[in-house]
């Protein structure tokens, strides 16, 4: 029996993911902690969808509970894109042909709006911004739709690429172009946390939106 103290979840996610399922006596035994302490952990990892929980029967007496990781904290646990992202993106984009870059940029952004697009909605450009911004949330991204001056801004408090960002900028061109793919709008950043601003925010582009008004008229 080890003898540390279930102190945190992590705790318990480790034991899980080095063991396979155990019951909660299993985990009583491993940590030589009190049932209700190990019952609330379980709780409120299930609850946070880290936990998965099954019944299992067999044999006499009461039919017991075995306690897993859930596909959700596998893929946490494994987590390293970031590294592989960065390594990615510089092997591809690390080349002095610009032309070929530019070729591979588009390319990453019409990926990605064809793993974003089913889930924009809405024929205005601020219903599909809203849309996005749900999508965005949902992977934890702190996002906003200003709609002050007439027009709709996206603004983004967080970065999602912010590892790639650190090595090489065009990832915010790339960023630019699957906006104006998903919103249906010529985007542009109006401006960059790389500049200093403390957001970036991305609009339409005015002169494409001016150019429109004057043929409908």
Not at 8 to 14: E, F, H, K, P
Not at 70 to 83: H, V
Not at 125 to 142: D, G, I, Q, T, Y
């Amino acid at each position: 029996m080890a003898s540390e103290n279930a102190t945190t979840d992590a705790d318990v996610l480790n034991l899980l993911s080095d063991t396979g399922p155990l019951t909660i006596s299993d985990i009583i035994q491993h940590f030589a902690v009190t049932r209700t302490a190990v019952r609330e952990r379980l709780l409120r990892l299930m609850a946070e969808g880290l936990a998965d929980r099954e019944l299992v029967r067999g044999g006499r007496g009461r039919p017991s509970h075995r306690y897993s990781l859930s596909p959700k904290a596998r893929k946490l646990a494994g987590n390293n894109f970031a590294d592989f992202a960065v390594v990615l993106w510089q092997q591809i984009l690390g080349k002095k042909d610009s032309q070929r870059r530019q070729y591979v940029i588009r390319n990453i952004a019409s990926g990605l709006n064809d793993l974003y697009a089913d889930a924009i909605r809405g024929t205005t450009l601020k219903a599909r911004m809203e849309s996005l911004r749900e999508l965005f949330e949902k992977r934890r991204v702190r996002c906003e739709i200003d709609t002050l001056g007439g027009g709709s801004t996206f603004t983004l408090h967080d970065c999602p690429y912010l590892d790639l960002v650190d090595v090489d900028s065009t990832v915010c061109q790339m960023e630019t172009m699957l906006f104006s793919q998903l919103l249906g709008d010529e985007m542009v950043l109006s401006q960059c946390r790389l500049d200093g601003h403390a957001c970036c925010q991305f609009g339409p582009n005015q002169k494409q939106t001016n150019s429109k008004a004057q043929i409908t008229v």
